[in-house]
């Protein structure tokens, strides 16, 4: 099949785009790895539960202000109601997060990790049942979303058959990226969260509470985990079992980016999207196997994955 | 949709006529096939002719389909189906006019084998399912082993009954299969272009056996009824929530028909995505089973698209309602059930194989005096023809149902507040199907250029 430049900018377009879900998504995994050095498999079901809050909180929203309003003011405000639907979707996550840390994991920090994988994985189950009881089996949808913020046509003003909603996940995706850096980076939360990371005691010692610092991280990974699904929802539907691949693919990021580093999530996360994207054009039975493919050889050329344990830079 | 009965409109077959021929029951009337069956109306209304031959005991069947989930788009239909014919012959008295029947559905998403397995423990006298064609190819040969009926509702491989199972005794399908509903969208794609304007197909299926074999019978008959190229191939994992690779391959491509096999939850998404990137712009779709998500697809995703869609042996406005008035009372009730938008050919899936089995069963009563064995049941449903609310069905020697095909554009109707197809063409099972004893690939193989 020959590949047109066109056409071959859209496919990279669309692989950045599932790259940025994917990081949003393996960045929650990879902070509360990195700081609370447990492995969250449940990760995958707040995410999941993001997207079923979102089309509730979607549905609210959108039915408050109204539908879609015509000009740039219309737009503009539908745009905004959506990006607090997904902030408050995000937020509803907040509590679920600092429950879970405070009332379960924090009893078997000091335990072997095998109890952290099993007390994670009861948590997934229960987070399936939970969705079942609230939303039922069928899948479920929220319509306005997707199709509004295609009818802005951004990429045709460069000439590109490309849809808007892509557009809209990778700006705010890059939001992500850069606000969850300066973060880390800039603020003093971050700066004593990444010594915490780096030396638990020694954080202790100058009077941090790691207790706390323990429940903002695992809340913030469920923040951004529901924050993942709220973007994710809207070209597709929320079902139960939708927690499942990007869980599996968000374990292949991290380990390539290296376990605990957030640079590395984000630089593994786009080399997957890219790269899974490209594979479904050029050889499709290879869409499954290339991430896992790219983690083996990297696992073997850098047994550490490409940035290393996340602390010193994030 | 026609909403009014007139004389003119049944014609010939009136309410009255119809109703008093099967003893006056207006339940029975929907299961016309199992009625005509016997020798006269009384015998509805005796319980057959065995009498006391006949036990009490409830019958015991089970169903496995999809009941959540993106294919529970497609599954529940299946089921709403099967339990409304189960409810109908309970009160028409059940089998035999004295066994009741009682359904126990379980999910097919998760070891489906284990769950069949478990309706012989429990002493299933029948099961009905699955949905999916990869179950149905792990479960058939169980079939065989146990000597238990199965009336698939769908699982609609070619090769069930050529490679996997090639000489069944207790598996039986109900529903058309893929070779003919493949069949059906080639010459419906002839019929709507012209075979002078096709010279580019693509293709994005399921990635299994099922789209695997939808795409594969598609490319040879296309390709013997036009000089077609194939010029993409993708094939998404079921419940895929990302199809844009594939819909941007298909823009690069620009094909003059695009074939899917997509079914439940993937057809909307993928229907919107490809909507949101232009992609009925460049090509027109013609699906077998896109019609299985007529409930489920919004509206604005169909707006502006140019998808026909094939409808397997059931589309509700065929016959007319206004013509038939057992597929008209199915229209109704099956609205009311929870989760039925409108009845899809899945929702046909489920009501038409617990009837092909039901309708066998009365004729061999009627024949033998007594209860059958399983045995009996099987060569009674061997060439057994029957009538559901969606006309006349047939389950041929081989095994695999046979009847009229569907096809239409796929429209979405506000007032019914779901999809429908509009400007429908049939297709008699003999364009669509090869004669017992042909493979279909064989059959495509002797289809002359």
């Given at each position: 099949m020959a590949v047109t430049p066109t056409a071959a900018l859209v496919q990279t377009l669309n692989g950045i785009q599932f790259g940025f879900i994917l990081f949003m998504i393996a960045s929650g995994l990879t902070v509360i790895l990195g700081i609370l050095d447990v492995l969250n498999l449940a990760h995958g079901e707040l995410f999941s539960l993001g997207a079923y809050t979102a089309i509730g909180v979607f549905g609210f929203i959108i039915g408050v202000i109204g539908p879609p309003g015509g000009g740039v003011v219309g737009t503009a405000v539908f745009i905004l109601a959506v990006l607090a639907a997904v902030l408050v979707t995000a937020a509803i996550l907040l509590p679920v997060g600092t429950l879970f840390e405070a009332v379960f994991l924090r009893q078997i920090y000091d335990r072997d990790q095998v109890y952290q994988l099993v007390l994670t994985f009861a948590l997934l189950l229960i987070l399936l049942d939970v969705k079942k009881f609230i939303w039922g089996d069928s899948s479920i949808r929220t319509d306005a979303v997707y199709s509004a913020i295609n009818a802005i046509p951004t990429s045709e003003l460069v000439g590109l058959n490309y849809p808007t909603y892509n557009v809209f996940v990778i700006l705010v995706g890059s939001v992500v990226v850069v606000g969850l850096f300066w973060f880390f980076e800039r603020t003093k939360t971050g700066r004593i969260i990444r010594a915490t990371a780096i030396d638990r005691e020694m954080a202790t010692a100058i009077g941090v509470s790691t207790d706390r610092v323990f429940t903002l991280v695992f809340a913030l990974g469920a923040f951004l985990a529901g924050f993942a699904g709220a973007v994710a929802v809207p070209p597709t539907s929320a079902t139960l079992e939708m927690g499942t691949n990007p869980l599996v693919l968000s374990f292949v990021v991290i380990v390539i980016g290296g376990l605990g580093s957030l640079r590395g999530a984000f630089v593994g996360a786009l080399l997957v999207g890219i790269i899974r994207s490209w594979m479904i054009t050029?050889?499709?039975?290879g869409e499954i196997a290339a991430p896992f493919a790219i983690m083996a050889l990297i696992l073997l050329v850098k047994p550490e994955g490409l940035f290393g344990t996340w602390g010193e830079t994030a | 949709m026609e909403q009014t009965t007139t004389d003119h409109d049944t014609g010939g077959i009136g309410r009255r006529k119809l109703l008093s021929a099967v003893g006056g029951s207006a339940v029975a009337a929907a299961l016309a096939g199992c009625s005509t069956l016997?020798?006269?109306?009384?015998a509805a209304d005796q319980g057959g002719q065995s009498g006391g031959e006949i036990s009490d005991e409830p019958i015991q069947a089970g169903l496995l389909t999809f009941?959540?989930?993106?294919?529970g788009v497609l599954g529940i239909q299946a089921q709403r189906g099967a339990e409304l014919a189960v409810q109908r012959i309970n009160e028409a008295g059940g089998i035999g006019g004295q066994r009741e029947i009682e359904l126990d559905v379980v999910n097919e998403g998760s070891n489906p084998l284990d769950s069949y397995n478990q309706f012989i423990e429990e002493g299933k006298e029948v099961t009905f399912g699955p949905i999916s064609s990869g179950t149905h190819s792990q479960i058939a040969p169980e079939v065989e082993k146990n000597e238990i009926i199965n009336v698939s509702t769908d699982g609609t491989v070619t090769t069930l009954y050529e490679e996997t199972v090639p000489d069944p005794t207790y598996s039986f399908r109900f529903q058309n299969y893929d070779i003919m509903e493949v069949v059906t969208m080639a010459r419906e794609a002839v019929e709507r272009i012209g075979a002078d304007n096709i010279s580019t197909v693509a293709g994005v299926n399921p990635g299994y056996s099922f789209g695997e074999d939808e795409m594969r019978v598609f490319t040879q008959a296309i390709q013997k009824l036009t000089d077609a190229e194939v010029v993409y191939e993708g094939f998404p994992e079921l419940g895929a929530s990302d199809m844009a690779n594939h819909i941007t391959s298909i823009n690069n491509e620009e094909p003059d028909v695009t074939f899917s096999s997509l079914w439940g939850g993937d057809v909307t998404t993928f229907v919107r995505q490809a909507n949101a990137n232009d992609m009925f712009e460049n090509t027109t779709v013609f699906g077998t089973t896109l019609y299985s998500a007529a409930g489920d697809v919004p509206g604005d995703a169909l707006a502006g698209t140019d998808i026909y869609s094939g409808s397997r042996n059931y589309y509700w406005g065929l016959p007319a309602p206004g013509n038939w008035q057992p597929g008209r009372e199915l229209f109704d009730a099956a609205r009311q059930q929870d989760g039925v938008t409108v009845p899809t050919a899945h929702y046909m899936s489920g009501y038409g194989a617990v009837t092909a089995w039901a309708t066998a069963v009365e004729k061999a009563i009627d024949l033998l005096g007594t209860y059958p064995t399983q045995e009996q049941i099987a060569q009674v449903l061997e060439g057994h023809g029957f009538f559901t609310p969606a006309g006349y069905h047939n389950i041929a020697e081989d095994h695999q149902g046979a009847s009229n095909s569907f096809a239409g554009q796929m429209v979405y109707d506000d007032d019914l507040g779901a999809a429908r197809l509009e400007d429908v063409n049939t297709y008699a099972a003999t364009e669509t199907a090869p004669p017992p004893g042909v493979t279909g690939s064989d059959w495509l193989d002797s289809w002359s250029a």
């Open positions: 050029l050889y499709p039975p | 016997l020798s006269d109306g009384e009941t959540r989930g993106a294919p």
